[in-house]
């Protein structure tokens, strides 16, 4: 098997077989599966006309323009039974999809400007083969994909020193959802430590600002709600509400970690600062599994130079947040019920399997038990990856 | 000569300590085996589902529950017992018996483990008093009634049979350590690196297959329904308190299981790849009884993690300290302290005193991770 698949990534053709194989595997199933809970509420926000959407609205082609009698059709699209309805289907996630190959060209020129062709297409492969970015790009169609790819190119530009044009793709990436300014930080520590003076400092630092501006401008027109309620395409914005005169765990952790950063890190290498930033920020903020998107190109990066045991830590970490997020999510469901990993199990006549399964993921057993040790898993060997991420901070030495 | 009047002072506290009393489970294991003799004197095996996970202790003590009811004395129903009559005294006897029983058994286990581990008479019986004369284990033995004791016992002997390498046995007596009362599961993958060779694991797994396979089987025979098998936490629902605090107010995201799981990384990552199977044990029980909620992690269930601690102390000297600053906390926790209801201000000491316990409990822990780093890490 490990034979198999080092041929793939030695062998350039191979490796684009591979690709196209993989691609034309996940169009198909981009057109023939039914549309995510993600994807009703993105519908549902539209319709709406009272919810930010931004510049997501060029992301699904099917809601640009749309009337009202339209918007309604869309919703009463069943969802589940996308037979007749391939093209739609593939519609609203065709952008999403060009990301996802977008994010596979970037990561392999991040693996062969790091080492070599061969770490790139190991990088790429991670990326694009892997279960849970399936699940969550095509399947899932989530919106996240747009930062996941501007995030992975800024590394991209970062690792070639183009500093100010990484930082204005983090700006970029924070004015469509918020998340890569957690970044800009550690783009300005690395800065500062490869000896950057105060104007592209000051310059980087204005560019991801502009970002986080560009972010409110969108959001703030419908009051402050949507910074403190997530939606498909809004991030909460942890810092906002909480208790009143008590300390906002966020912002404390988040705080505490720039500054150990800053007086820990000493020879600055973009991946591990990048990572362990998104780490630190879903461990406080947003451990749901379907944020772990977020993280995975910059894993897939750590994976090619990873010993034995990182890789059996990721491998579970990936497999728990996986199976938390079949438990836990209603992505995994569709509008008219139950799926399984969202193939559609019967539409309007719901097969006994399927209610069973529905039962199952309702019964206390999974709420009580099952989830609570699924979840803790998953965020244990977060914490673990995170530790890894630690130990060279240690040692003086960064790979 | 200490272990006999050891002993003495333990059998005098069988006979007064009243069962039944207030902060005690006497009562609630006398009624439990009670029950379970009644269904086996009525034909029939007690099921998974009536009994929930504690009927392996709880079928060990039917037995004795049974010898009372043959003893020549008044059997009155157990709500309406009397204190220190022949009755309650005679019962008292019989049902506490497999603690003094167990107690003493867990003493000669134990001095064989720090016997074999370091090789020192010395140090086995410095280890063994620790146990045996422990304050804090003698109030939760024979005051409180815990029945924990049992499951250590095997548990111990499973430990045993690790050190003489006898794979098999390790890993039945692990298992039924653990289906008598769950918290050994927690140790099980600390264990497994424990094998270097094939054999030895194949060994183990089959081991730890065996007793599964029996209940099982007396699963099938009870007639239980899985489905009333899967609601027990449900029903018992103070188990859930040993999955622990909810981490930075997450729903689900609870302490132990993530404080476990991390610490299983940290031995796979930073330990010496020779550490020894008490010291896993130890991490391994102390991560959960620190993760755990002030229910699930009250001293009681501290208990499982006392011999094993007695056995570190014996082989690290230089962590007396810790050690009893420890279980003097442990004694001083709130739900331990048999003075605590005559504290005058015992809400004001409540956090102070379960908050020494849960840093000391930490302390241990982080000492027995620094005590087994590799040195390149």
């Known amino acids: ?399 | 000569m200490i272990v006999s009047s050891f002993c003495a002072l333990k059998f005098l506290a069988i006979i007064l300590v009243p069962i039944g009393g207030p902060g005690s489970d006497f009562g609630n294991w006398t009624a439990e085996a009670s029950s379970v003799l009644q269904t086996v004197l009525a034909g029939r095996l007690p099921a998974l589902s009536t009994y929930g996970v504690y009927i392996g202790i709880e079928t060990i003590l039917a037995p004795f529950f049974w010898l009372w009811t043959i003893l020549p004395v008044e059997h009155p129903n157990l709500n309406n017992l009397v204190q220190h009559t022949p009755s309650t005294v005679s019962l008292a006897v019989v049902m506490k018996a497999p603690i003094l029983i167990f107690d003493v058994v867990t003493l000669i286990l134990l001095l064989r483990i720090i016997r074999r581990i370091t090789d020192s008479e010395q140090r086995s019986v410095l280890g063994g008093l620790t146990w045996f004369v422990n304050p804090f284990n003698f109030y939760m033995l024979y005051f409180f009634g815990a029945m924990d004791i049992i499951p250590i016992s095997v548990f111990l002997l499973a430990i045993n049979f690790e050190l003489t390498h006898r794979w098999f046995r390790f890993g039945v007596s692990t298992i039924v350590s653990g289906l008598l009362r769950l918290f050994p599961f927690v140790t099980y993958p600390f264990f497994i690196p424990l094998m270097k060779a094939k054999p030895s694991r194949v060994n183990f797994a089959v081991g730890s297959a065996l007793p599964i396979a029996c209940v099982i089987c007396a699963i099938y025979l009870s007639h239980d329904t899985l489905a009333a098998i899967f609601n027990i936490p449900a029903e018992q629902s103070w188990l859930l308190e040993f999955l622990g605090w909810h981490v930075l107010g997450m729903e689900f995201i609870r302490l132990s299981p993530v404080l476990v799981l991390f610490q299983l990384y940290v031995v796979a990552r930073f330990w010496k790849e020779n550490a020894n199977v008490v010291h896993l044990a130890t991490v391994s029980l102390l991560a959960l009884s620190l993760g755990a909620t002030l229910y699930g992690g009250e001293a009681q269930h501290f208990l499982w993690v006392s011999p094993l601690l007695s056995a570190c102390v014996a082989m690290r000297l230089a962590d007396s300290w810790i050690y009893l600053l420890t279980f003097f906390t442990a004694l001083m926790a709130p739900t331990v302290n048999p003075f605590y209801q005559w504290t005058p201000t015992p809400i004001l000491l409540d956090t102070f005193l379960a908050g020494a316990f849960y840093a000391m409990k930490a302390s241990y822990l982080l000492i027995l991770n620094l005590s087994n780093f590799r040195i390149t890490n």
């Open chain 1, 1 to 399: 098997m490990l034979l198999l698949f080092s041929i793939f990534i030695r062998n350039r053709n191979a490796f684009l077989i591979l690709v196209a194989a993989a691609a034309a595997l996940k169009l198909v199933l981009s057109a023939v599966e039914p549309a995510s809970e993600d994807l009703g509420n993105i519908i549902t926000l539209v319709a709406s006309g009272h919810a930010p959407i931004g510049p997501w609205i060029a992301l699904y082609p099917p809601l640009y323009n749309q009337t009202t009698a339209n918007i309604n059709q869309l919703q009463s699209w069943t969802l589940a039974v996308p037979l007749g309805s391939a093209e739609l289907s593939l519609l609203f996630r065709l952008p999403v999809f060009l990301f996802d190959l977008a994010t596979l060209i970037t990561l392999f020129y991040v693996g062969r400007k790091m080492k070599t062709s061969q770490e790139g297409r190991l990088m790429a492969l991670i990326w694009f083969l892997n279960p849970f970015s399936f699940m969550g790009v095509e399947l899932s169609a989530l919106p996240d994909i747009v930062c996941v790819f501007l995030v992975t190119l800024s590394l991209l530009l970062l690792i070639s020193e183009r500093p100010l044009l990484s930082a204005a793709t983090l700006g970029l990436g924070a004015f469509i959802k918020l998340f890569p300014i957690f970044l800009l930080p550690p783009l300005l520590v690395y800065m500062h430590l490869n000896g950057a003076r105060a104007k592209p400092l000051l310059s980087a630092f204005l560019l991801g600002a502009l970002g986080f501006s560009g972010y409110l401008a969108w959001v703030l027109p419908y009051g402050t709600t949507y910074l403190a309620k997530p939606t498909p395409v809004t991030q909460l914005v942890p810092f906002v509400g909480g208790i009143p005169n008590t300390v906002n765990i966020v912002t404390f952790g988040m705080f505490a970690f720039y500054c150990l950063l800053f007086i820990f890190v000493k020879k600055a290498e973009p991946l591990p600062i990048f990572l362990l930033t998104l780490i630190v920020y879903y461990l406080l903020a947003v451990p749901g599994p379907q944020y772990l998107i977020w993280l995975l190109p910059l894993i897939a990066v750590d994976l090619a130079f990873a010993d034995r045991l990182k890789i059996l830590v990721v491998a579970i970490l990936l497999a728990s947040a996986f199976l938390e997020w079949f438990l836990a999510s209603s992505a995994f469901l569709t509008p008219s019920g139950y799926s399984l990993l969202m193939f559609p199990m019967g539409g309007e006549n719901v097969p006994s399997y399927s209610v069973a399964l529905g039962n199952f993921l309702d019964s206390d057993l999974v709420g009580i038990i099952i989830l609570p040790l699924v979840s803790s898993a998953t965020f244990a060997f977060l914490l673990a990856y995170a530790a890894e991420q630690l130990r060279p901070w240690f040692h003086g030495s960064q790979t």
